[in-house]
């Protein structure tokens, strides 16, 4: 089994920058993409950003340029550096990662807790 575990979130006004962590820990496991997904209230789940383990990364177009996502192989952990941020920016955010099981020979999805970002004056 595999657990991601995030922190970070906040309330911040706008314009103000928030940095969120997940780190993913489990036996025998090859981690390939990680992302962050962001929900607000009302509306469906979204990707945000994602990246590969070779360092390829996607951006939602409404975050490019703002937001920065960044990983560190070694400790299983996925970065989001939050820039700039807006009031619509307000939603819950959650980790996921695409995880190989090594000793079962299967891929699955994780996704961790979700963290509270809100953005307002």
């Known amino acids: 089994q595999v657990q991601l575990v995030e922190s970070g979130g906040g309330l911040v006004q706008p ?45 939602a177009d409404s975050v490019n340029g703002r937001f920065t996502i960044s990983r560190d192989n070694a400790k ?25 099981h090594r000793a079962n020979y299967y891929y699955k999805d994780y996704w961790g807790q979700g963290t509270q970002v809100t953005v307002s004056s």
């Open 15 to 59: 314009g103000g920058s928030l940095r969120l962590s997940c780190a993913a820990s489990g036996s025998l496991i090859t981690i390939h993409t990680m992302g962050w997904y962001r929900q607000a209230p009302g509306k469906q789940r979204e990707l945000v950003a994602d990246i590969t383990s070779g360092g390829n990364t996607n951006y």
């Open 76 to 100: 299983n952990t996925v970065y989001l550096q939050m820039n700039s941020l807006k009031p619509e920016d307000t939603a819950v955010y959650y980790c996921n990662a695409n995880v190989y």
